[in-house]
């Protein structure tokens, strides 16, 4: 069974650009869950993805947006990108809305976003 | 955003030394989870608990679930090469379907 994918793995941007992020869970996967790391802040939770609807929302800018489309895969989008939106974004699938108990998340290799 | 005490920060041992690293919160979980992350890679889960007081292993890894619910405990026995990385613990609490991750411990093993 395939594990979690990201594209792209690698990115460089410039300050007020806006870029896109993608995330394919594994199979049969319908929660995708979106998180921003950085070595002063860690793991922030972002957002969650479940049957194409946002269920839970990190505490982050809207700039920072996301969807998922009927196939479970996600996009995350940031706009008007600072210096500080440098951070590995990882994406993570679960079976259910990852709340749920014995339904664990399995993480992505992440994307690594430049901003220059 | 709200994070979990996770100690120590990093460790250096020899290889064949056991490795115990531990996570403490100020609310009470229902669920905890230790993962590992290589260098340019996504956090792996390595260890799901559940019940207060359990206690789990996966091979040379055992963790447990704090009787108190506020903590959880790692340890890693004859340390080998490959379990060089960074440590998070990760923690669910009633009613919360986010998980609040601890802030790391990094693992290195001196030749």
């Known amino acids: 069974k395939a594990g979690v994918t990201q594209t792209p793995r690698y990115l460089i941007k410039t300050r007020g650009q806006q870029v896109t992020l993608s995330c394919s869970p594994i199979?049969?996967?319908?929660?995708v869950s979106w998180y921003q790391q950085t070595p002063g802040q860690g793991l922030q939770f972002l957002f969650e993805?479940?049957?194409?609807?946002?269920?839970n929302k990190g505490n982050f800018p809207g700039r920072f947006s996301g969807r998922q489309f009927s196939n479970s895969r996600s996009e995350m989008n940031v706009s008007t990108l600072e210096l500080g939106d440098s951070a590995l974004y990882l994406c993570?699938?679960?079976?259910?809305?990852?709340?749920?108990?014995?339904?664990?998340?399995?993480f992505g290799p992440g994307t690594r976003l430049t901003v220059l | 955003g709200q994070q979990l005490n996770q100690s120590p920060q990093s460790m250096f041992i020899q290889e064949g030394e056991d490795v115990s690293m531990n996570c403490t919160s100020s609310?009470?979980?229902?669920?905890w989870l230790w993962y590992k992350q290589d260098p340019g890679e996504g956090p792996v889960l390595l260890i799901a608990?559940?019940?207060?007081?359990e206690l789990t292993s996966n091979g040379r890894l055992t963790a447990q679930f704090g009787i108190t619910r506020k903590d959880s405990f790692l340890n890693i026995s004859a340390s080998i090469p490959s379990d060089v990385g960074i440590y998070f613990c990760?923690?669910?609490?009633?009613?919360?379907?986010?998980?609040?991750f601890g802030t790391g411990t990094r693992l290195t093993i001196i030749p």
């Open positions: 993570a699938s679960s079976l259910v809305l990852a709340g749920a108990s014995y339904n664990e998340q399995f």
């Open positions: 199979s049969g996967h319908r929660s």
């Open positions: 993805y479940f049957s194409e609807t946002q269920r």
């Open positions: 609310s009470i979980f229902n669920t």
């Open positions: 608990l559940y019940k207060a007081g």
């Open positions: 990760a923690g669910r609490g009633f009613g919360n379907e986010k998980l609040t």
